[in-house]
């Protein structure tokens, strides 16, 4: 069975956060993430999502990359295969997104192939589309 964990990016004060746990209240209906993120922050005090709309929540895939880091949607996954024709190796970068139900590579630029399931990149989490928004450049 997969961990079920999130991280979420803190919109003002560009940092990505650990969210410890994360609470419904069923009477207004907001999502609350508790959490102990440091001085700037009261601990345990819950953070209040859905009212502020200060935090973009990122689900963990299940998954790790090849040095055993932990992926997250909005992960940037530089991976590649080698060309057994050419012995060529072509390098890829895709954004970790979910949709259809599952986590799947969404390639950056352009390809014959173009994205892919999440579990056919065996590359390396290189940075995530809110801290490093240049590996977001299309090569050709």
Do not use: C
Request: avoid cysteine; proline fraction near 2%.
């Amino acid at each position: 069975m997969r961990e079920i964990k999130f991280r979420a990016w803190d919109k003002k004060s560009k940092r990505m956060r650990k969210v410890d746990s994360i609470a419904f209240d069923e009477l207004t209906g907001e999502i609350k993430l508790v959490n102990s993120w440091g001085e700037d922050i009261i601990e345990d005090k819950p953070i209040i999502v859905q009212r502020e709309k200060n935090f973009e929540l990122l689900q963990y895939t299940g998954l790790k990359d090849k040095n055993g880091k932990e992926i997250y949607g909005g992960d940037i996954i530089e991976g590649g295969y080698l060309n057994p024709l050419t012995n060529e190796f072509y390098s890829r970068k895709y954004i970790i997104e979910y949709k259809n139900a599952t986590f799947a590579g969404k390639l950056i630029g352009h390809s014959p192939y173009g994205d892919t399931w999440l579990n056919f990149i065996h590359g390396e989490v290189i940075g995530n589309i809110y801290e490093n928004s240049e590996l977001l450049e299309a090569e050709l």
